[in-house]
């Protein structure tokens, strides 16, 4: 029963260019949206959230959208660099301080 | 400086061995978590704390028991070790931000069970 599902293993894009890593999820009572970032042999590191009562947060090179009615949200970086390339995990949650749920994660590679 | 930090990061050990992982936050958080991520790379949440008392425990067997001697730490226990216990398992804590959503991660601990 997967609550969060990112539906590609993988992306590959070319540097400078916009990447798109898009998860779906199922649960209409995930409120808040995270986006952690993990390189091989550490743990995930958190990089943007958004909040249900927003379509749209961005730092910097990141932005999260939203998409409550289609449950969907996607990662957008642009521009991509090399130093990106790593397993991006889209995780939902009911409420503050209550269980994360995960996607499967999308490995991304960035080529020089 | 280690915000979470979780030891050991590998263990190998055999079948039947009971194992501890034990996990610190520096971070004044009042959550603590664990998660596994099994070979199918799925990361799922197995225990909760909060301040000490047990908040969420997924369905997980009776052989993992966390105890948390006070808010900063929450250790790992596993007796009679099986293969399938074979995985990377993640500390993690939250409460630093307003909203108390964003959850930090420890940089994992590879359990391999021979």
């Known amino acids: 029963d997967q609550q969060v599902k990112q539906n590609s293993p993988s992306l590959s894009v070319q540097e400078g260019r916009i990447s798109i890593l898009n998860c779906d999820y199922t649960?209409?009572?995930?409120?808040?949206f995270l986006w952690y970032k993990k390189y091989p042999a550490e743990g995930p590191t958190f990089l943007i959230s958004?909040?249900?009562?927003?379509d749209k947060n961005e730092d910097g090179r990141f932005t999260v959208f939203l998409n409550k009615s289609a449950k969907h949200l996607s990662l957008h970086i642009v521009p991509s660099q090399p130093g990106d390339s790593a397993v991006y995990f889209c995780?939902?949650?009911?409420?503050?301080?209550?269980?994360?749920?995960f996607g499967k994660g999308i490995t991304l590679s960035v080529r020089p | 400086d280690t915000a979470v930090s979780q030891t050991p990061k590998y263990l190998v050990t055999q079948m039947g061995n009971d194992k501890s992982i034990k996990c610190e936050q520096n971070?004044?958080?009042?959550?603590m978590y664990w998660y596994k991520q099994d070979s199918k790379k799925f990361l799922k949440i197995m225990f909760s704390?909060?301040?000490?008392?047990?908040?969420i425990n997924e369905t997980v067997p009776n052989r993992f028991s966390p105890k948390s001697p006070d808010k900063a730490h929450l250790n790992l226990h596993i007796n009679s070790l099986e293969l399938g216990d074979s995985a990377v398992y993640f500390c993690?804590?939250?409460?630093?931000?307003?909203?108390?959503?964003?959850?930090?991660f420890g940089e994992g601990s590879w359990l391999t069970v021979v």
């Open positions: 958004i909040s249900s009562i927003k």
């Open positions: 971070l004044g958080h009042d959550t």
């Open positions: 995780a939902a949650q009911p409420g503050a301080n209550s269980k994360l749920t």
């Open positions: 993690a804590s939250s409460g630093g931000d307003p909203a108390g959503n964003t959850i930090y």
């Open positions: 649960n209409s009572m995930f409120d808040y």
């Open positions: 704390y909060n301040n000490k008392e047990l908040i």
